[in-house]
């Protein structure tokens, strides 16, 4: 067998209440003044996760000060944003609350303020050399899992293209997943994010750089989200499908940390750089598309997928029980409201050439267990329209 390592935050807090502690971690970490990177949203929440972050750290004697322009689909501009208040405010440490949007400006931010020239000059894979500020991440969504992985995600606004800097050095020293900063989320944003943690999960577990380790954490992450996103969606305030899912949403990260991920990544990555479409609606509307073409790569883990999933697969061929773990993912798509079409989404067919040339040149598209051509992306981006 290939040698494998496996990449995990340093220290991972779970369960409810857990953010309690945030304060005194900091202090082990030698913080004194913390950059909170977060969005509008979350800080206008009155006890909400920024109110509580700000109560634990100012009872540990840690400053701070608060960047809260974090957009969806975090831009360059804002990284430059935080950036200035960083080092206008002598800030040692970076605390990001919310989801991957506001965890992956944090990163964007420690990596400007620890490395020379522009952001764009570190994209790809292991390029960062010097070490990023502490970063503690407290996470408010089940599904992206930028709180436990080494990616970090921006958008070219000149380009309008989304760019991917993989690096150990991009991992959190702390992540929290703390439930109860989870259960007033939205019907809407609960399926895009945690369809986006069922996306990490399979698209994890049929990666050509899977592992035995990988696949532990894929698994159970599979079986956790189809046994709680519905009931998630259906009653945010169920606090066992929300804690399951934040466990579900911290495997999934865990292993595609380590696994890496595929082509419903890199095509969702264009369509939220041109379309700006929120990153776990677009995952959500490829993944059954893009795993019908990798079909072939290995039914027999599609298989298991169907399975996984919650289908009746007993006496059935395995090409036919891995069918149905295609028509599961359509299903639960479906059931917790995630658009039907890119057509409905406002995209364009004249774009699906751009999109599929860029999305063979985007990180996670080497991991795909399945080589395509820029005509076999092409026709998935049509099969989605």
Known sequence: MRMYDYLVPSVNFMGAGCLSVIGERCKILGGKKALIVTDKFLRGMEGGAVDLTVKYL?????????????????????????????????CDMIVTVGGGSS?????????????????????????????????????????????VTRHCVITNTQTKVKYVIVSWRNLPLVSFNDPMLMVKKPAGLTAATGMDALTHAIEAYVSKDANPVTDAAAIQAIKLIAQNLRQAVALG??????????????????????????Y????????????????????????????????????????DIAEFLGEN?????????????????????KDVGIPASLKEMGVKEEDFEYMAEMALKDGNAFSNP???????????FKSAF
């Open 370 to 380: 399945r080589k395509g051509s820029e005509k076999d992306i092409i026709n998935i």
């Open 58 to 90: 100012t009872e540990a004697g840690i400053e701070f000060a608060i960047y809260d322009e974090v957009e969806p689909n975090p831009k360059d501009t804002n990284v430059k944003d935080g950036l200035k208040i960083y080092q206008r405010e002598g």
């Open 103 to 147: 965890h992956d400006c944090g990163k964007g931010i420690g990596i400007v303020a620890t490395h020379d020239g522009d952001l764009y000059d570190y994209a790809g894979i292991e390029t960062l050399t010097n070490a990023l500020p502490p970063l503690v991440s407290v996470n408010t969504t089940a599904g992206t899992a930028s709180e």
């Open 313 to 333: 697969i007993t006496g059935l061929s395995v090409m036919d029980a891995a069918e149905k773990a295609i028509d599961a993912m359509f299903r639960l798509s």
């Open 264 to 303: 419903v990544h890199a095509m969702a990555h264009q369509l939220g750089g041109l379309y700006d479409m929120p990153h776990g609606v677009a995952n959500a509307m490829l993944l059954p598309h893009v795993e019908r073409f990798n079909l072939i790569s290995n039914p027999n883990k599609f298989a």
């Open 237 to 262: 305030d169920n606090l066992v499908a929300r804690e399951n899912m934040a466990y579900a949403s911290l495997l999934a990260g865990m292993a595609f940390n380590n696994a890496n991920l595929g």
